[in-house]
């Protein structure tokens, strides 16, 4: 069996920024999907020092590796130009309740 792959990004939004980075996200989410269907769900959460960890749930490896170039997208550099003391990892989940 084949588990999912996930990639992790944390990084700061301004406050003032927040609403139209939530906007361009969504955007840069429904563009990604509709061209690669295995990315199964993300999450974005505020953690307690005011930064976000925004966490891409993908089938596989492959899905989310095809879906890389899209990273260099007009609305993924929108959205992201509104981030800063970004980062990512990625990881494989080995066990879901």
């Known amino acids: 069996m084949q588990?999912?792959?996930?990639?992790?990004?944390?990084?700061v939004?301004?406050?003032?920024?927040?609403?139209?980075?939530?906007t361009r996200r969504a955007?840069?989410?429904?563009?990604?999907?509709?061209a690669h269907p295995g990315l199964i769900a993300t999450r974005l959460v505020r953690l307690?020092?005011?930064s976000y960890t925004?966490?891409?749930q993908w089938e596989s490896m492959a899905a989310m590796a095809a879906a890389f170039p899209m990273a260099k997208s007009p609305e993924a550099a929108a959205a992201w130009s509104l981030t800063s003391d970004s980062?990512?990892?990625n990881g494989e989940?080995?066990?879901d309740r």
């Open 3 to 11: 588990s999912s792959v996930v990639r992790f990004h944390t990084y």
């Open 54 to 56: 925004d966490t891409w």
């Open 48 to 50: 307690e020092d005011d």
């Open 93 to 95: 989940v080995v066990a």
């Open 13 to 22: 939004v301004e406050p003032k920024n927040l609403e139209e980075f939530l």
């Open 27 to 34: 955007a840069v989410i429904d563009l990604i999907r509709a």
């Open 87 to 89: 980062s990512a990892v």
